[in-house]
């Protein structure tokens, strides 16, 4: 008895250290981020949090990164997502922190909303709504056996380009410093029933320094197939999104990956691919996924969504 009460008050004074330590550092970040600002959020225990994902069962993952996993659960008869990152390193610390701070001020239909947070673990959880049985974007485009989704269809896919074009607009102008989300793939949308478009995961989001039109020396981090040419010289700005925003329209396009180390001896870009296809005979047939061949779509959309985007890209 003696050794259970020792055990349950090193726990309790574990806990305690890592919401002290937690809150004091989120805080921090909020106020020199957002001046403090932030939505209100729920504070949820671990102990119901691993009830809700049955104990972070892998059957439960829906979603992973290098260090995070994005976890099914139940909570009170509610569906929730749980992001658990992985007590890796610092960077995987700061990243869930950068979740928190800027998940924590979004309100935004395309957004995942962030519902609360988990503080008395070494590193926070979050808990937002859940899509889950929908999957993500990448799952309904290049959907297979294992993943049997609804492959959209041409309309479908330029209304999801138009909403995430809406969903990039109000990160850059919604708030008194543009916010760079740096992270764009089509695994970074969820879709619901309706097949609209839920952006997550800001672990790479920044804030442009006040007075400033850009962040210098900044690090190269994202995905390979949408990172802007600018952000290899250390220089990041919303132009960047507004790259990734259209590798992801060429990726919705032909059906095709940003990239892919298997298909030539050096790394396969597709936005080069496609500008070199574009002298050829028969390209359209060749570039455009067949599945939305001939689904009201014609090689002169495709050609001026490029050159629209071409033209975005450096008015941006």
Known sequence: MVLFRRKEYREKRCKTKFIMKNGEILLEKLITTFDGN???LRNFSSKELKLATNN????NVISEDWF???YKGFLLDRQISVMKFEPKSQRSYDECINNIVFASQMCHKHILKLIGCCLETQVPILVFESLVK???LKDHIFSNHKCPLETLSWRQRLKIAMEISHTFAYLHVGFPRPIVYSLMSSTQFFLDEHLVPKLFDFSFA?????GETQIKDAQLRGTIGYIAPELF???LDEKCDVFGFGSLLLVLLTGQRASDISKTEGTYNLFEYLEKKLNEDNWFIEAVDPIIVGDGLCPRNLVLTMKDFHICYVMR
């Open 68 to 70: 995070f996993k994005l």
């Open 233 to 235: 010289k250390g220089v």
């Open 56 to 59: 972070y069962d892998t059957m």
């Open 206 to 210: 920044q804030c442009i320094p006040e």
């Open 38 to 40: 932030h939505n209100p």
């Open 134 to 136: 929908y999957g993500t």
